[in-house]
């Protein structure tokens, strides 16, 4: 058996362009953007995302997160993105990430994403998820994304179906959101869905 080496291994583009996004990986330089539109956002995220930390929106806490995500993408586990407007590429609506990617046998990854609040119900993440479902299928040769919502988040249940994700049944206390277990509905979208 051989093992193969994934550190410093860059996987695939650094940014996709679509009709009206710029997807790019996270960067320092994003700080700014990306602490004011999550404090802006507090109120509509915080229901949907694990218990946020005191200091959950500092310089700090997002150098750890890039460092966190940039070992992910050298390993191959990782693929994070933030959606930039493309006429004006200062302007960041949210974040999408592709992470726990297996090869071998499963070809899948897990998908999570975010909107900050003012950019939430105008197609942004719909055409965000389609686009990188495209890219790991064709480019990394992926099989499946699997993605799970709150129950009563009708919202993102809609927002897969459009994108042609399949609902696949309930995990039982599946994630533990703002400090409590919570079931899931999961979903999937197959290489094949088209």
């Known amino acids: 058996m051989r093992l193969l080496k994934f550190s410093n291994r860059q996987i695939g583009p650094t940014q996709l362009e679509t ?31 694990p218990k946020w930390s005191s200091g959950e929106l500092s310089k700090s806490s997002y150098r750890l997160r890039m460092r966190r995500q940039e070992a992910d993408i050298n390993s ?39 909107m900050g609040q003012p950019y939430a119900g105008h197609g942004y993440m719909r055409e965000a998820v389609d686009a990188i479902a495209a890219h790991v299928f064709e480019v990394h040769n992926l099989h499946r994304i699997e993605a799970a919502t709150l129950v009563d988040n009708m919202r993102s249940q809609k927002l897969l179906e459009k994108c042609k994700f399949q609902r696949e049944g309930i995990a039982r206390s599946y994630l533990k959101i703002n400090d409590e277990w919570h079931d899931h509905v999961l979903f999937a979208r197959l290489a094949s869905d088209v």
Do not use: C, K
């Open 19 to 49: 009709h009206r996004l710029l997807l790019r990986r996270p960067a320092m330089q994003d700080f700014d953007a990306w602490a004011q539109l999550r404090l802006a956002s507090e109120a509509f995220l915080r229901p949907y995302e």
């Open 76 to 114: 191959g586990r990782g693929l994070p993105w933030f959606l930039f407007d493309r006429a004006n590429p200062e302007i960041l609506f949210g974040g999408l990430t592709l992470s726990n990617i297996r090869h071998g046998v499963a070809q899948t990854a897990t998908l999570g994403y975010w």
